[in-house]
Structure formats: C-alpha cells, structure tokens
C-alpha cells in the first residue's frame, strides 16, 4: 500500500507523514511553522485514504481553509488527491500530498520521500495524455482556471486547467515545438500570457540544470510576445513565475504592468505581481545556472499579506478601487 506525505511546497519544514485511516489535525504550530493567529491550531483535519489515493480534508477552524482555491467550509470534508493544492487558512499556506509506494512493506516507516522532479513516475504518466492531446488538438475544455466545484465529493481538478487549456486551440496564441501560449483566462492587465512548456514539468521546484535551455527558449519567446504588442512603446512589461503557483505546470508570465483589468480583485492578485512572490525569468535562468535548482525563499508567502502600495511611485493605497483609480495616472488610455 502506498504511503502518504503532506508536502509543505514553501518548503518550510519536512513532510508530514499521513498514516492510512489515522485522523490528524494540523494548524497554527511548530509542525507546520504557522505563526499566523487567524490559523487555529487546529484548523484542518486530515484522513488519508492511502488505497484509494485521497485524502479526506476537514475545516475545523473559523477562517476558511481550501482545496484548489475552493473553500471546504467549516466543519465540511472533501476530497483532496495528488496534484491538487490544499491552502491551510484564507488562501495562504500550501501543500500538496504525496503517494509513494513503500517498497519495504512496512507502512510504519518515516522515510521523508524524494522530491518531486520532472523524471517521477506520475509526471511520465501524464506524457502520453499531453503528446496525444497535441496531436488531435481536440480537447474539451471542461475546467476553467478559476472555476469550481460546488460539490463536497468531487475532486475538482481545477490546479490542473492549464494542462487542458494549453491544448484548447482557442486559447493558444503561439506554438512550437517546445513551448505554447495561451491568453490568461483571467487577464490581471490589458496584456497577460503564459508560456508553457510541452514537456511536463509540476513546478519551478521541479526545474533542473536540464531544463535551461527550455527555460530560456521560454524567455526568448516571452520576448518575441513583447515586440509583437501594438502597444509594446508605451507599456512596461514583466516576465516571471509566481513562487508558489496555484496552478499545476511550469508556466511563465508575460504581464503589462498597467494591471487595468476587472480581474485583478484583491490583495493576494496584487502581491502576486508586485513583491518578490513574482520572481523574475532571468533570476530563474541564473539560479539554475548556477545552482542547478530554483531556490525559493522561506516566508515567500507571507509577502501576499503586504500592504497595497503602487508598483510605479510606491505609494501606500488603502483598497483595491482606490489602487486601480490611482493608475490611471500613471496608465492613461
């Protein structure tokens, strides 16, 4: 029987065993180094279902904890599987789980697993299935980026749209042999791409010194979406990757920087792009250059709780209404 890891993907401490049909409860503490107040210490309850490859998610806490940006509900239980992204308290704190199998036998092991790399058994599993679906470029999009589930027993694969989006030839703006783009489905500025590899890759955690020319094709693509804009003379733009993203796949941003969209809506959107949780391609490119590796900082996800302040001039803004009016006068039409 496989063996179950919660895994922290801030990497701030080791994996948490989830032992077959054993509850445990996690929340503010010294196991998973949450210090934030609005974190009950016993926020959520976790069950793993380590047959069946799940586990089974409960909110304890009064703040909400979510599966895949949608809230469990308090005292509500849904089902969580590898792949998907658990956020412990009000969309902060991420992990994901784990199954490994134990080639010993013996399920009371504490073995902390390997990480996750873009040679693991799950991602050579999803090749196919990607390889296929480029073929026929005939996927049906069933899950959009920021849809859903409103149903306690689905395991809404919502951190996995990309990887359906990617394929959708209504959403693809460019494609090569190594790379696609898509428009953002929830643009958070007049011009928001993605590139993506086709190659499977989970995360930048997952990127190695063998993935630099890719990364850096990705770049140079980013570029070539750039030169093309109408409006390329008058808009800044900003090429990176989110720290800790909340979709599954590797993928690069291309983002104006007049953010003037009515999907840029909160704090957590605004952060995202404009602290250190955006982190530059050419940061990225270096550090596997030099490290082979994507280093990513601890306490990376605590930067989304700043305050407002303008991106341009640096001014604190107090609401998000108040933050969009402001650009306007550095962003006219």
């Not at 982190?279 to 994507?294: A, F, H, K, P, Y």
Request: aromatic share 6%; charged share 25%; net charge positive.
């Amino acid at each position: 029987m496989p063996i179950c890891w919660l895994i922290s993907e801030a990497d701030t401490h080791k994996p948490i065993r989830l032992p077959h049909h054993q509850t445990v409860v996690l929340g503010r503490g010294p196991e998973t180094t949450i210090k934030d107040k609005k974190c009950s210490r016993q926020q959520v309850e976790l069950k793993a279902e380590c047959n069946k490859g799940y586990v089974k998610v409960k909110q304890l806490g009064l703040n909400p904890t979510s599966v895949d940006s949608a809230v469990v509900g308090k005292d509500n239980e849904v089902k969580m599987k590898a792949g998907q992204q658990l956020h412990i308290v009000n969309q902060l704190y991420p992990y994901t789980v784990q199954f490994k199998e134990d080639p010993t036998g013996d399920h009371g092991g504490t073995k902390r697993p390997r990480e996750p790399s873009s040679e693991d058994p799950e991602s050579r599993r999803e090749e196919p299935s990607v390889k296929a679906a480029k073929q026929t470029q005939k996927v049906s999009v069933s899950v959009s980026h920021g849809e859903a589930t409103n149903t306690s027993e689905s395991f809404g694969h919502w951190s996995q749209g990309l990887k359906t989006s990617m394929q959708d030839p209504k959403m693809q703006v460019y494609k090569d042999e190594k790379v696609v783009v898509i428009k953002d489905k929830y643009p958070k500025a007049r011009y928001h791409w993605l590139v993506l590899p086709w190659q499977t890759i989970s995360s930048l955690k997952a990127l190695s010194e063998e993935h630099c020319d890719l990364v850096k094709h990705m770049q140079q693509v980013a570029d070539q979406m750039v030169q093309q804009c109408p409006d390329a003379s008058s808009l800044r733009f900003r090429t990176g990757y989110h720290a800790i993203p909340s979709m599954s796949h590797v993928h690069l941003h291309v983002i104006s920087q007049d953010f003037d969209s009515p999907c840029l809506k909160n704090k957590k959107h605004w952060n995202s792009f404009t602290t250190d949780y955006f982190m530059e391609s050419r940061d990225v490119i270096q550090m596997l250059e030099t490290n082979g590796r994507v280093n990513v900082k601890e306490g990376t996800s605590e930067l989304l709780k700043l305050p407002l302040r303008c991106h341009m001039c640096r001014k604190d803004i107090p609401t998000i209404p108040a933050l969009k009016e402001h650009l306007k006068s550095h962003f006219p039409r």
